[in-house]
């Protein structure tokens, strides 16, 4: 028996699920009334846990704003705990600079009223990433609050325990084994209240390790319970062997750190024996997964470092704007958000605040570029092309661009006036209106023309190099011709009557064969996961017959690829073995003739319901673990889990099917060499096969209900509530990037994790005419022709993040160590510098950096993340 019971009041506040955020703002007013009321005039009650996520004010105080002082104080007083979150977000497929900015713009919300509660508190994850431990530490965070995941797999059954990442980090942990609601309306009536705690005390009192248990006492959307005084008193009669009291997590964690001995955890928690942790919603509602990969690169990868850029020339970080954008993410990245196991209603409110976040980081990249471009002096020519490199290396590589002109011919001349080759690959005929509105304004209604241009020049690493854009006589116009097969530096394909590929790599001296085949299955499951359907036949789409053409120039080669995969229109037409329905399949590829590198566009028209379609990369290796890449690191898994043959004799929660998320890619490998698949959208995938030696990407979930009771691999209860979900059936468009890559070697000692960040990192042009549609003054600034920020000079650490710092006195740099040993990430910083220090991830500093003449280096341990600082003189905030 535990003798010391923490009875911790608090809310879970899911700010959107099968009902909306609007509707949850109504309640969430009516309840704050009531907690700041009860907080502020009843001495007994101690303190309330708003959840751990700033999100909550805010969306309190856009309504009630006068109310602002009040919750400073209590958050003063500590009767108000609120943080670190700014959203209680999911770990395992949003991106490890995702779960950095909501800590970092939770605990700065929290600032603005007191101190924030230092736990990571994340009651509801559906999984916890390997790396939290990790993230957690560089806030100054050393103890974390989890439910779903574990299992005695991990080494232990405790409820307090040690979380130790790769790198050594670590997190004492209470894991809450019933949940985060047991203690939701306690009642008062004797009967039913020792009922309840008895069965707790059960389970509980065997897990702990010290003399201190938890009840949390809340719920979703719970009010405060206004009478937990008398209950606390009826549980006093009930068990005078134990001490009952309103406590706080600070309180339990003060006693638990005085335990010697405990046990010590390593790795991601995704065990669904005790609760469920959903392994297949990574790839629920395509569209808004794709949505938030694509939208996470953008800023992370372009509008971030090119911003970071600018500034260092002289114009302004836009702070503010990049905060706008984030937190518009963020708000998706609740885990039932970025889940989708929600409402329609509600996924189409996501899907607007991803197309809001886009537009507006679309829009501010497109300002960078062009104010960048006027600030580069003009020559004789006021048009100029600027291309963008933020990847902290040198490229030499084929470029794509488009030059809108009047002139029916043009050339292309450096800075160094040396005549750049090009071909004109396409050109289309644009109204002047939509290059500037003024001419027509003036009745100019001359068309311009849009060149698709391709050339190939060296581009300075994390900078831009300039050139100018003059009328000619002639240029050369030379569409890419057909050709029976693509031969590049590093593949010879070939493609199949249906539609499949051969690649013979030239490097390895292996053949692919029918690579891109598609698996469709029935779909009996919900938002939550997939079921399959029994006495479901796969179908495949090596039965059916493709139609494709090939095209080839001196820098890329493309392969158009295009059909119609017959499946079920539903799952009573699966049931009957009818094929009336369909997916309408576009596949179109761009292969650089020099590098290793398959780009992979795909365009599904799916008029079926009730089904799921896979995308399979067979490989030829029988490997028996996946490599595939988490936040700021990498992992191997199994590519069976053991757990498979035991769950339904141990009673697990749901099967442990081998499902898993990666964030940009996965690999198969052996000493020969390797296969990944890169993303840019969906990240689920699974090693399927006899030999387990496929590759299978989920494209997307067919289903039409949030939750439903009973599936083949996830029995009993529904989650969540059974609610009809139309939209989730994803009829109409689907789009999504992929690449395909292959190297020598194992994966995690060939630099896929490079490759991958290069696939998400293109390189940007922009063509500044003496037209544009909205008027600015020219810059204040002058910038050079060409310029580089940095040149990283090792070449296994993965650069995450180039930001400037929130205080606005320097750039953030953070990489990681994708490798299986320890190595120096080395920059030479050749912007301002004046010095150099490393700091934490919430960007205070821990120790200063030797420089010399811009060079510095770092140890990185596997998989571990490191921030730098470097301050310079620029003063663009």
């Given amino acids: 028996m535990k003798r010391f019971v923490h009875v911790i009041p608090h809310v879970h506040w899911d700010r959107e699920w099968y009902f909306s955020a609007e509707e949850s703002r109504i309640y969430l007013v009516h309840d704050m009334e009531e907690i700041l009321q009860v907080l502020e005039s009843d001495p007994d009650y101690p303190?309330?846990?708003?959840?751990?996520?700033?999100?909550?004010?805010?969306?309190?105080?856009?309504?009630?704003?006068?109310?602002?002082?009040?919750?400073?104080?209590?958050?003063?007083?500590?009767?108000?705990?609120?943080?670190?979150w700014y959203t209680q977000t999911d770990e395992m497929v949003v991106g490890g600079e995702s779960i950095v900015r909501n800590l970092l713009y939770g605990l700065k919300d929290c600032r603005e009223f007191g101190e924030p509660m230092a736990i990571g508190y994340l009651p509801d994850s559906f999984g916890q990433t390997a790396q939290l431990p990790q993230i957690l530490n560089g806030f100054g965070i050393r103890r974390a609050v989890i439910w779903r995941g574990l299992s005695e797999r991990h080494g232990t059954d405790r409820t307090e325990f040690y979380w130790v990442s790769d790198d050594g980090s670590?997190?004492?942990?209470?894991?809450?084994?019933?949940?985060?609601?047991?203690?939701?309306?306690?009642?008062?009536?004797?009967?039913?209240?020792?009922?309840?705690?008895?069965?707790?005390?059960?389970?509980?009192?065997?897990?702990?390790?010290?003399?201190?248990?938890?009840?949390?006492?809340?719920?979703d959307q719970m009010p405060i319970q206004r009478n937990i005084s008398e209950v606390i008193a009826k549980l006093k009669a009930l068990y005078p062997e134990r001490h009952f009291f309103l406590s706080r997590y600070e309180d339990v964690f003060d006693e638990v750190e005085k335990q010697e001995h405990l046990p010590v955890v390593r790795g991601e928690l995704l065990d669904g024996k005790y609760m469920r942790v959903h392994r297949s919603i990574y790839s629920t509602r395509m569209d808004i997964k794709a949505a938030n990969a694509r939208l996470e690169s953008k800023v992370t990868h372009l509008l971030e470092p090119l911003a970071a850029i600018a500034s260092t020339l002289g114009f302004p970080y836009e702070h503010g704007l990049m905060e706008q954008i984030w937190k518009e993410m963020l708000k998706n990245h609740a885990h039932d958000s970025i889940g989708c196991c929600c409402s329609d209603a509600v996924h189409r409110d996501i899907l607007s605040r991803f197309a809001n976040a886009e537009e507006r980081a679309n829009?501010?990249?497109a300002f960078y570029m062009r104010r960048i471009a006027e600030a580069v002096p003009s020559d004789r020519s006021r048009d100029k092309l600027v291309v963008f490199n933020t990847l902290p290396f040198e490229r030499d590589e084929p470029i794509e661009a488009e030059v809108t002109t009047r002139w029916p011919a043009f050339e292309l001349v450096d800075g160094d006036g040396k005549a750049i080759d090009f071909e004109v690959v396409d050109e289309r005929e644009v109204d002047p209106g939509l290059v500037d509105r003024q001419l027509v304004h003036h009745e100019n209604y001359d068309p311009f023309f849009r060149y698709t241009i391709h050339f190939r020049d060296r581009i300075p690493a994390m900078g831009y190099k300039a050139y100018w854009i003059r009328k000619a006589s002639r240029m050369n116009r030379k569409a890419p011709e057909p050709v029976d097969r693509i031969e590049t530096d590093c593949y010879r394909i070939t493609v199949n009557d249906n539609g499949t590929l051969n690649i013979y790599d030239k490097r390895l001296k292996r053949l692919f064969p029918e690579v891109l085949r598609l698996e469709d299955t029935g779909d009996d499951g919900d938002e939550y996961d997939f079921s399959p359907l029994p006495g479901d036949a796969v179908i495949d789409s090596r039965e059916v017959k493709a139609t494709w053409s090939l095209r080839q120039n001196r820098h890329f080669a493309w392969a158009d690829i295009r059909y119609?995969?017959?499946?079920?229109?539903?799952?009573?037409?699966?049931?009957?073995?009818?094929?009336?329905?369909?997916?309408?399949?576009?596949?179109?590829?761009?292969?650089?003739?020099?590098?290793?590198?398959?780009?992979?566009?795909?365009?599904?028209?799916?008029?079926?319901?009730?089904?799921?379609l896979r995308l399979h990369v067979p490989t030829g290796i029988e490997a028996d673990r996946s490599t595939a890449d988490q936040p700021f690191g990498v992992i191997e898994r199994p590519v069976v889990d053991e757990a498979i043959h035991v769950w339904e004799d141990e009673g697990w929660a749901e099967r442990p099917d081998p499902i898993y998320p990666m964030l940009s890619y996965v690999g198969l490998s052996d000493e020969r060499g390797g296969v990944a698949v890169l993303t840019d959208s969906s990240r689920e995938y699974e090693i399927v096969g006899d030999s387990r030696d496929t590759i299978a990407v989920t494209l997307f979930r067919s289903v039409g209900v949030l939750g439903k009771e009973e599936l083949l691999r996830r029995p009993g209860r529904p989650s969540g509530i059974k609610m009809e979900t139309p939209d989730a059936q994803m009829l109409g468009k689907i789009r999504l990037h992929l690449a395909l890559t292959t190297h020598p070697g194992m994966t995690k000692q060939a630099k896929v994790a490079q490759r991958a960040k290069r696939f998400l990192t293109p390189l940007c042009t922009y063509h500044k005419m003496p037209f544009n549609a909205i008027k600015l003054h020219p810059p204040a600034v002058t910038a050079p022709k060409e310029y580089s920020l940095l040149v990283q000079l090792d070449e296994d650490a993965v650069v995450s993040a180039v930001k400037r710092r929130e205080d606005g006195r320097?750039?953030?740099?953070?990489?990681?160590?994708?490798?299986?040993?320890?190595t120096f990430a080395?920059?030479?910083?050749?912007?301002?510098?004046?010095?150099?220090?490393?700091?934490?991830?919430?960007?205070?500093?821990?120790?200063?950096?030797?420089?010399?003449?811009?060079?510095?280096?770092?140890?990185?341990?596997?998989?571990?993340?490191?921030?730098?600082?470097?301050?310079?003189?620029?003063?663009?905030?």
């Avoid at 609601?181 to 509980?204: C, H, N, Q, S």
């Avoid at 329905?581 to 290793?596: F, K, N, Q, W």
Wanted: aromatic residues 6%.
């Fill in 170 to 219: 670590k997190v004492l942990v209470l894991w809450l084994p019933l949940g985060y609601a047991i203690g939701k309306y306690l009642p008062v009536e004797e009967t039913e209240l020792k009922k309840r705690m008895d069965a707790y005390f059960a389970e509980l009192d065997r897990r702990a390790s010290t003399d201190h248990i938890v009840i949390p006492n809340g719920h």
């Fill in 810 to 822: 320097g750039i953030i740099l953070r990489f990681y160590n994708p490798t299986s040993r320890e």
């Fill in 826 to 877: 080395s920059f030479h910083w050749k912007g301002p510098l004046q010095s150099v220090c490393r700091t934490r991830l919430d960007e205070r500093p821990v120790s200063s950096l030797e420089h010399h003449r811009g060079r510095f280096s770092v140890p990185v341990k596997p998989n571990e993340v490191q921030t730098v600082s470097v301050f310079d003189r620029s003063g663009a905030d």
């Fill in 363 to 365: 829009r501010l990249l």
């Fill in 47 to 84: 303190h309330f846990l708003l959840d751990g996520q700033t999100v909550l004010l805010e969306d309190y105080l856009a309504v009630k704003p006068e109310n602002r002082e009040r919750i400073r104080r209590l958050v003063e007083r500590g009767k108000l705990i609120i943080g670190p």
């Fill in 564 to 612: 119609r995969l017959p499946v079920p229109r539903d799952r009573e037409s699966r049931k009957a073995k009818r094929r009336d329905g369909s997916v309408d399949v576009a596949l179109r590829l761009t292969i650089p003739v020099s590098e290793p590198i398959i780009d992979l566009r795909i365009e599904l028209d799916n008029r079926a319901k009730d089904h799921r």
